[in-house]
């Protein structure tokens, strides 16, 4: 299994940002897919999920600003992020739990900054 993450970058307050994650090695159109992210000096949390059906949920501190989105068939899940701010500055991760193991991609630095 590989995620593949891409599409940080540095950003201003305000702004958006798309980031993309390319999955391999599983059959993504039965597979949920979940967006983490992990700030300087706190926890990973989970900002987002989508089953494999398209259902959605989100963290409370993004809903109504980032959006979960899925292309099967490019096995892809994407996270847009509109209206970013100071605090989503972050490593984000895409994860998959495949035949009850957990994967991680490597990771994408989202730097919100003036």
């Known amino acids: 299994v590989q995620l593949q993450a891409s599409g940080g970058g540095l950003v201003q307050p305000g702004g958006s940002l798309r980031l993309s994650c390319a999955a391999s090695?599983?059959?993504?159109?039965?597979?949920?897919m979940s967006w983490y992210r992990q700030a300087p000096g706190k926890q990973r949390e989970l900002v987002a999920h989508?089953?494999?059906?398209?259902?959605?949920n989100y963290t409370d501190s993004v809903k109504g600003r980032f959006t979960i989105s899925r292309d099967n068939a490019k096995n892809t899940v994407y996270l847009r992020m509109n209206s970013l701010e100071y605090e989503d500055t972050a490593v984000y991760y895409c994860?998959?739990?495949?035949?009850?193991?957990?994967?991680w991609g490597q990771g994408t630095l989202v730097t919100v900054s003036s």
């Open positions: 994860s998959v739990i495949y035949m009850l193991r957990g994967y």
């Open positions: 090695g599983i059959i993504f159109r039965i597979t949920g």
């Open positions: 989508i089953t494999n059906g398209g259902s959605t």
